[in-house]
Nanobody
Framework: QVRLVESGGGLVQAGDSLRLSCAASGVTFSTHTMAWFRQAPGKEREFVHAIKAGGGSTYYADSMKGRFTASKDRGKNTLYLQMNNLKPEDTAVYYC??????????????????WGQGTQVTVSS
């Protein structure tokens, strides 16, 4: 049984940092591509980051490069997302996802069958 549990969200001010965690069970970094998505109110789910199965290539949304950095702890089977210099437009529910998409499709939420419950990030101006 696959389970993804996000944590680390909260209410912060613009310019602050947060680190999100995604503890995974039933999937591993070797077998599944792990990704972060976010969804703001009234908007579609948006790709943030992915790391391909096998722990090789990583991918970021262009708008978040340089501010967001993902990392993993294989021993804990946990994915992290360090978010720096947060902006009000980063306010969203952040989700962890797992799946086996081909590289050209890994930015598409529909390619991931497994999702966590999400963690709310709110950035005030």
């Amino acid at each position: 049984q696959v389970r993804l549990v996000e944590s680390g969200g909260g209410l912060v001010q613009a310019g602050d940092s947060l680190r999100l965690s995604c503890a995974a069970s039933g999937v591993t970094f070797s077998t599944h591509t792990m990704a972060w998505f976010r969804q703001a109110p009234g908007k579609e789910r948006e790709f943030v980051h992915a790391i391909k199965a096998g722990g090789g290539s990583t991918y970021y949304a262009d708008s978040m490069k340089g501010r967001f950095t993902a990392s993993k702890d294989r021993g804990k089977n946990t994915l992290y997302l360090q978010m720096n210099n947060l902006k009000p437009e980063d306010t969203a529910v952040y989700y962890c996802a797992a799946g086996t998409p081909i590289t050209s499709a890994l930015r598409s939420a529909s390619m991931y069958p497994y999702w966590g419950q999400g963690t709310q990030v709110t950035v005030s101006s």
